[in-house]
């Protein structure tokens, strides 16, 4: 008996040990790792004196695009690619413009398309030139020739900051014709039978009363939606807003407080594909770095507050 109970308690040790998290390819880019407050992400290579701000990451997380800001230079888009083991250095995109700019990339939850927006014209068929979302397909020889999003898409002269959902549906910023960029608010396309049909203004609940109401972060199934916009109750210049949603009907957005939310901006909000981490912007007018903070507790710490499931 008392062999049965040593075998046992050494299986229940190896599988405990075996049921602890994996080390993930961020700690090769960081090993601070963030609890509850949050921490420059890649301080020196990713975050730097530079302006940086919108990363995302593939479902493998072996490969990363984030944008930076050079002093006094255009928005780009900066690339990272996980080799043997190590994190190559960042360096200009493929797809990087010859002329106009880039900035906020977004890879699909499935990984089958690299969407960012672009000031590049369109090709010489399209007529409006302004700011538009292209996309560039994975295929098995990797990722092709970026091509802009079809109609109805083009025909808003800005669009930006778009993400997507495991459905396809997408999610971005735009305004209508007259709007001044304050009044932009949080639009979506629906993908039906296999085409995007429409374009469409969220709801009240989402569009809350705020200025500056923009980069919506969707979660892949949909489930939440992290944005940032500045609100006479808020904490700065732009705080990270949350909303949830509940058999159909978004929540009201709920700030994420003050051990996120600071006198800065915090904007442009995304989450790691293994959900673990938040990653968003912060800083002041000309400078500012790339944050991140566990997550899960920032999720379960707000789903208490609201009292949402």
């Not at 230079?73 to 190590?86: R, T, W």
């Not at 940032?228 to 009907?249: R, V």
Request: proline share 6%; net charge negative; aromatic share 14%.
């Amino acid at each position: 008996m008392k062999a049965y109970k040593v075998s046992f308690l050494f299986v229940v040790s190896l599988w405990l040990s075996c049921a602890k998290e994996s080390p993930s390819n961020l700690m090769l880019l960081d090993a601070d790792i963030p609890k509850d407050t949050p921490l420059i992400f890649g301080e020196g290579i990713i975050s730097t004196d530079s302006y940086e701000f919108a990363i995302t990451f593939t479902p493998e997380m072996d490969e990363l695009y984030f944008t930076r800001r050079k002093p006094e230079e255009d928005n780009e888009i900066y690339a990272m690619q996980l080799v043997d083991g190590k994190w190559s250095n960042p360096e200009p995109a493929f797809f990087t413009a010859s002329e106009g700019w880039d900035f906020e990339p977004h890879i699909s939850p499935n990984g089958d398309k690299l969407y960012f927006g672009s000031t590049r014209p369109l090709p010489d068929s399209l007529k409006s030139n302004g700011l538009h979302q292209w996309y560039s397909t994975k295929t098995e020889n990797g990722w092709d020739v970026p091509i802009p999003l079809e109609p109805p898409f083009r025909d808003k002269s800005i669009i930006m900051y778009l993400t997507s959902s495991e459905n396809e549906n997408l999610y971005f910023t735009t305004g209508e014709k007259g709007d001044a960029p304050e009044d932009w608010v949080i639009y979506n396309s629906i993908k039906e039978d296999g085409q995007y049909k429409s374009i469409d203004r969220m709801g009240k609940e989402i569009n809350a009363s705020g200025k500056w109401i923009a980069h919506s972060f969707i979660a892949p199934d949909e489930s939440y939606m992290i944005y940032d916009f500045k609100s006479a109750s808020g904490f700065g210049e732009s705080d990270l807003y949350i909303s949830f949603k509940q058999k159909g009907t978004w929540t009201k957005p709920y700030n994420l407080g003050p051990n996120i939310n600071t006198d800065q901006t915090e904007m442009a909000a995304s989450v790691s594909p293994d959900g673990k981490f938040l990653f968003f912007h912060k800083g002041g007018e000309d400078n500012g770095d790339i944050y991140w903070v566990d997550f899960r507790t920032v999720k379960e710490n707000v789903k208490k507050h609201m009292n949402v499931n």
